[in-house]
């Protein structure tokens, strides 16, 4: 083996139908969680209303949840492919060369300065360590130190929108309907 890099990356197409594959399932994914949340309106079963403010209501469903766990994790790898991590301890510099060519043979099929929001690794952190984010809640109220402005926690809860509940709630896995917006830890 020659730790000469190739000038083009023969695998380029493969990298390109990859991140086609993982951007289609994300929007198929997105979809389903549009339909999942439009369907579900006040009079239905586990479906609570707000008494006296017409259009607010929420509810659980857990399929949501599950399927924004699957964006987060799709997005992970378009991350991955799109922008090289920092060389590995144990890893040939040829072989972190490599990565940081072929992501730079990747991104000159996009406009990057368009490509923010994927570098974001918030979103995805809050889902993956969602046992520490309990620790540290189960903490502040054990302590007395979570912020007296809050009067409830939402977790696991789909809202129509942030004023759906009377109280301010502490969000906790939470998915709001009218702005799209998946809250963890807010």
């Known amino acids: ?28 994914i997105f979809d389903e969680i549009e339909t999942l949340v439009k369907t579900r309106k006040p009079g239905m079963e586990a479906v609570f209303s707000m008494p006296n403010i017409p259009g607010k209501y929420f509810f659980v469903q857990p399929e949501v949840f599950t399927r924004i766990a699957s964006i987060q994790v799709y997005s992970a790898n378009i991350k991955k492919i799109l922008f090289p991590p920092p060389r590995k301890k144990d890893e040939s510099k040829y072989k972190s060369d490599y990565r940081q060519k072929r992501t730079e043979e990747v991104q000159a099929f996009f406009d990057m300065n368009r490509i923010t929001e994927i570098k974001n690794a918030k979103a995805r952190n809050s889902l993956e360590h969602y046992d520490e984010r309990l620790d540290n809640i189960s903490l502040r109220l054990w302590n007395g130190t979570i912020d ?39």
Do not use: W
């Open 148 to 186: 007296k402005k809050y009067h409830a926690i939402a977790t696991n809860i789909i809202l129509s929108s942030e004023g759906a509940l009377y109280m301010n709630p502490y969000y906790l896995n939470s998915y709001i309907v009218d702005t799209k917006l998946y809250k963890n830890a807010e």
């Open 1 to 28: 083996m020659t730790n000469v890099l190739p000038n083009k990356n023969i695998l380029i197409d493969y990298y390109l139908q990859e991140l086609h594959v993982l951007s289609s399932e994300i929007i198929r």
